[in-house]
C-alpha cells in the first residue's frame, strides 16, 4: 500500500520540477532587471537609488495589474490542453497577446502627462523625484511590450512549456544587463540610460514570443487575427485576477510610500531590500506557476485525485524552499548591502531588513504556492475577496507602526501580518472541494 502513493509522489515530483525549474530561471530574470538596475544606479547615488524604487514600483503597478495576462491565459490554455484541443487553446492565447498590446497602448496615452502626479503620489523627497519622473516616462514606451511578454509566457506555460520562457528571460536579462552598462557606466546617460536599455531588452523578449506562438498558431492551424468575442472573453476572465493584484499592489504603493516619507535611506533600504524579496518571490512563484499548469491541465482533463494529491505535493515544496532561501539570506546577509550602496546609514537599514525577509520565507512559500494552484483552477473570486481581506489587515498595522516611528522593521512586521492572513485564506480554501471545477472551460 505504501509503494504505490510513493511512486505517484515521485511522478508528481519529476512533473513539478520539469516545470518548476525552467520557470525559476524565467521568474528569477524579471527581478534581476531591477536588482542590475539597482546595483549600477546605486553607484550613482543615494537619490538616483531612491528615484529608481519610486518608479520601479510606479511602473510594476501599472504593468502587473494586468498579469491575469499571464495567469488567465496560463489556466484557459491549460484547461483546453486536458481536454485534447489545441487549436482552442492557442486561440485563446492569440486573443491574450492581443489585448496586452491595445492595453499596453492605452497606458502610454494615460500615463504619460500624470507622471509627475504618479511620482509625487508616492511621495518621493525633491531630490528623488525627478530621477523617478526620468526613468518612469522613458520606461513607458516598454509597456506594450511588457504585456506582450505576459501574455506570451501565460500561452507557453498553458502548453506546459517553461523551457522557452527561461531561454527568452536569460537572452532578456543579459541585453537589459549590457545596455545598462553602456548606457549609464560608458555613455554616462544616467538613470535615463538604465531605463532605455530596460525597454529595449523587453521590446526583444516580446518580438521572440510573438515569433513563437504565431509559430504555434501555423503548426494547430489556429488563426491569429484579433477576434471580438475573443477579446471580450480574455479580458472579462481575469476580472477576479485584477482585482487580486489590486489589491496585491496598494500594499507595495503604501509599503514604498511610507518608505519614501521615513527619507531617503530608507527609501533607498527598502528598494534593495523589496527587490530581494521580489526575486524570492519569485523564485517560489515557480511552484506556483508549475501549479497554475499542472492545476489546469488535471482539471480539464477531470481528474480531481490527481489534482489533489499535487497540490500537497506543491506545498510541501514550498515550505521546503522557503526554509531554504531563508537561511541563504541569513547567511549573505553581511554582505549582500554593499553591493548596491556606500552610505553607511542605507546599509544599517537593510541588515535590520533582511532578517525579517528571511524570516517570511516559508510563509511565502505556501503563500505562492497555493496561490498559483487557486488560479489555475480559475478560482479568481475567492482570491479577489481573501487579497482584500489580508490588505485590509496590512493597512492599519502599518500605519500604526508608523506613526509609532517603527522604522522600516516595522513596516517589514505589518507585511508579515499580511502573507500570515494570505496563508490562512488560502489554506482553508484548498482543504476544501468547491474549487475544483473540472472541464475545458470553468
Known sequence: MLGSPLRRATVHDREILRLAVPAFGALVAEPLFLLSDSAIIGH??????????VAGQALTTLVYLCVFLAYGTTAGVARQVGAGDLRAAVRQGIDGMWLALAIGGVLIVAAWPLTPSIVEAFGASPSVAPYAET?????????????????????????????TPLLVSIGGFSVNLLLNVVFVLVLDWGIAGSAWGTVLAQTASAAVYATVVLRAARRHSAPVRPDAGGLRTAATAGVGLLVRTAALRIVLIVGT???????????????????????????????????????????????????RAVTRRMVGWGVACGVVFGLVILAARPWLPGLFTSDEDVRHLLLVSLILVALLQPVAGVVFVLDGILIGAGDGGYLALTTLVATAAFLPAALVLYRMDAGLAGLWAAIGLWMLTRMLTLSLRARGDRWMVTGAIR
Open 44 to 53: 550613482l547615488g543615494t537619490a538616483q537609488l531612491g528615484g529608481l524604487g
Open 135 to 163: 526613468y518612469l516616462r522613458v520606461s513607458l514606451f516598454g509597456i506594450p511590450s511588457m504585456l506582450v511578454v505576459l501574455a506570451g509566457t501565460g500561452v507557453l506555460r498553458g502548453l506546459q512549456d517553461t523551457r
Open 257 to 307: 510610500s511610507i518608505a519614501a516619507r521615513m527619507g531617503d535611506a530608507e527609501i533607498a533600504a527598502y528598494q534593495v531590500g523589496f527587490q530581494i524579496w521580489t526575486l524570492l518571490a519569485f523564485a517560489l512563484d515557480a511552484l506556483a506557476i508549475a501549479g497554475q499548469a499542472i492545476t489546469g491541465r488535471y482539471l480539464g482533463a477531470s481528474d480531481v485525485v490527481a489534482t
